[in-house]
């Protein structure tokens, strides 16, 4: 992973009002353990193919791909590696350092901040403007 | 004319905490006079078993007025004035002003059966019930009256929860009316029946009378119903015995909704399963979304900026702002209502369920409006 890998995340259809996405987004939930999922944009290729791939092969729902860049995560104290399971394009960004909710919180809504103002990576046809 | 003091029933509830009462609450009221006029002629015909009707004019004489509010929350002070009887017998009542008071234990008996699962119908005719429609129509929920009944015997309070077991006490009753606020989009009108309707989050669709006042409103949300334009209406609901609102039969006030409408969206968040999140997620409670509907309705002041509204992963829901950098958040952890703020360095956390919790929520965002407005103007 090279610092301006792109790491795609994906916008639960809750998370997103009148187009604009929570900050949640890049927050990990409780089945993360700490290290919420995203894509390894120099392997799974482009924010299209993860959509494909989240949405046909993992079943689940999106309504759009965001992302930020390693070096991005780094800057704020979250290192972010690929580890390829269970699938090869597979990334964490790791919050475990994190000493309270509160910093996780303002962490998590910093890296939605940066991804917004990069604009959505992908939103699939049917998806509102 | 003779003048009694007769029912001093005492209004419990947020609202009437400053002693004064709401005006649509005094529609109650009006609805009671008829109650008890009602229930006075009943009473006659009972001690007059041969007679079928009562004779002309009886209690057309009388009426019952709100004579003033005391305080203790609000006491009423109802007074009955009776115009033509004098009792020619000093200090006896008249026949009116004894029907009236049997007229009012009969249904403060019904009150007090239905509080404490008897039968209002052993003190009340069953087709008489049907007045608790319009009587008590206007309590909100944990709001009441209470009215004392003399030493020894138990007030009797009448709450949402009971007036709707009174009403649906008679037989072949299926519907209640209520108060209702409903948001949707307008899919329909239809000026020969004079009514439209409104399609609810949840997709039910739901007609009402189109009041002539409201018809360009509801005309325009019309229009504009595809770009997700809703309103609120708000009026006279009907609801069937599950509680479902099937109609509305009257309308009092139409409201086009800004697009971040809270409660609108919260309608909204009533429809998420367990596992909206990625197969986890926790759904958020329906009770509780309402409430925190009402009270943002009731505590967020209009001039602020109104927030985005998502659920949380643990059934809560978090308010975010976009105040130009400034972003914001507040999570809010249902049902307790507790509040964690988030703003760069700046954390709190407010007890949403009190006026000072949501006073000091609206503090911190006003706060950072203001620094913006002053950033914006140096």
């Known amino acids: 992973m090279k610092p301006e890998t792109l790491l795609y995340r994906h916008v639960n259809t809750g998370w997103l009002q009148q187009a604009v996405p929570s900050s949640q987004t890049f927050r990990p939930t409780q089945k993360d353990d700490g290290k919420p999922s ?16 989240w949405t046909e092969e993992l079943k689940l729902t999106s309504v759009g791909v965001l992302a930020v860049t390693q070096s991005e995560c780094s800057i704020h104290g979250l290192p972010a590696v690929t580890d390829g399971v269970p699938f090869p394009s597979h990334a964490t960004i790791n919050f475990t350092h994190c000493k309270t909710g509160g910093e996780i919180r303002r962490l998590a809504g910093e890296l939605t901040k940066l991804a917004i103002i990069r604009k959505w990576q992908y939103r699939p046809p049917d998806a509102a403007a | 004319m003779s003048e009694v003091e007769f029912l001093k029933p005492r209004l419990d509830g947020p609202r009437f905490r400053d002693h004064a009462i709401p005006l649509d609450v005094l529609k109650d009221l009006a609805a009671f006079e008829e109650f008890l006029i009602s229930v006075a002629k009943t009473e006659w015909l009972k001690d007059h078993p041969t007679r079928r009707r009562t004779p002309r004019g009886f209690m057309s004489d009388v009426a019952v007025k ?26 006896a009542i008249s026949p009116q002003q004894a029907y009236l008071q049997r007229a009012s234990e009969a249904i403060l008996e019904a009150v007090s059966a239905a509080e404490t699962g008897g039968s209002p119908t052993d003190s009340l005719p069953a087709k008489t019930l049907a007045y608790f429609d319009r009587f008590g129509r206007g309590l909100r929920d944990g709001e009441s009256i209470t009215f004392n009944r003399g030493d020894g015997i138990s007030p009797a309070r009448l709450t949402p929860q009971t007036r709707r077991r009174l009403v649906l006490a008679a037989p072949g009753v299926t519907f209640i009316t209520d108060d209702a606020v409903r948001r949707g989009t307008v899919v329909d009108t239809n000026d020969a029946d004079r009514t439209f309707t409104i399609r609810l989050a949840t997709g039910q669709e739901v007609k009402a009378p189109l009041p002539p006042e409201h018809r360009d409103a ?3 949300a019309q229009r504009e119903a595809p770009s997700g334009i809703r309103i609120a209406v708000h009026g006279v609901g009907r609801f069937n015995r599950s509680e479902k609102l099937v109609g509305f039969d009257g309308v009092e006030d139409i409201t086009p909704l800004e697009p971040l409408d809270v409660p609108a969206r919260l309608d909204e968040l009533q429809l998420l399963k367990a596992g909206w999140l990625d197969g986890g997620g926790k759904a958020p409670n329906a009770i509780s979304l309402e409430k925190l509907g009402q009270l943002f309705t009731d505590y967020y002041p209009n001039e602020l900026p109104l927030p985005y509204t998502f659920p949380t992963e643990n059934g809560g829901v978090q308010f975010e702002w976009r105040i130009n950098e400034a972003t914001p958040e507040i999570e809010i952890d249902l049902p307790s209502f507790r ?40």
Not at chain 2, 72 to 84: E, N, P, R
Not at chain 2, 352 to 369: F, I, K, Q, Y
């Open chain 1, 38 to 53: 995203v894509y390894d944009g120099d392997i799974i290729g482009s924010a299209e193919a993860s959509y494909v791939h």
């Open chain 2, 66 to 91: 709100l004579k003033g509010v005391e305080e203790g929350s609000a006491i009423l002070v109802l007074t009955a004035f009776i115009a033509s009887t004098t009792p020619l017998i000093p200090n």
């Open chain 2, 218 to 220: 509801i005309l325009d």
């Open chain 2, 339 to 378: 509040g964690e703020w988030l703003s760069g360095d700046d954390e709190a956390t407010f007890d949403l369920t009190s006026a000072e919790g949501w006073a000091g929520l609206a503090d911190r965002v006003a706060s950072l409006v203001a620094t913006i407005l002053n950033e914006e103007i140096a």
